[in-house]
């Protein structure tokens, strides 16, 4: 069983940035390949960002991708989503994700565990 929490969201202006935190529990957890996802509201759970178990492959949304950069660190069990040049339609709650898998996941189906979310509000 792996329980995650986010941390790390709030309201920041366009151009600004966030870092998003991911804390897991499980001593497994460097085993689990991570995401991370969001929904606006009103819009369906769309994909964000994933990272490998290993930390050596990452994947991208085309709507971020250059702007966004995940990270994990495996000796703190936590993963994190650094947003650069954020913008209003970034707005949306993000989850984090864990995969029972290695690689780089990009459908949500494929995920295992979930966190509550987090807010990200981009004023312009």
């Known amino acids: 069983q792996v329980l995650l929490v986010e941390s790390g969201g709030g309201l920041v202006q366009a151009g600004g940035s966030l870092r998003l935190s991911c804390a897991a529990s499980?001593?497994?957890?460097?085993?689990?390949?991570a995401g991370w996802f969001r929904q606006a509201p009103g819009k369906q759970r769309e994909f964000v960002a994933a990272?490998?178990?290993?930390?050596?492959?990452?994947g991208y949304a085309d709507s971020v991708r250059g702007r966004f950069t995940i990270s994990r660190d495996n000796a703190k069990n936590t993963v994190y989503l650094q947003m650069n040049s954020l913008k209003t339609e970034d707005t949306a709650v993000y989850y984090c994700?864990?995969?029972?898998?290695?690689?780089?996941?990009?459908?949500?189906?494929?995920?295992?565990?979930w966190g509550q979310g987090t807010q990200v509000t981009v004023s312009s």
């Open positions: 994700a864990a995969a029972r898998l290695l690689g780089v996941i990009l459908p949500a189906n494929d995920y295992d565990y």
């Open positions: 990272i490998s178990w290993n930390d050596l492959s990452t």
């Open positions: 499980g001593r497994t957890f460097s085993r689990h390949a």
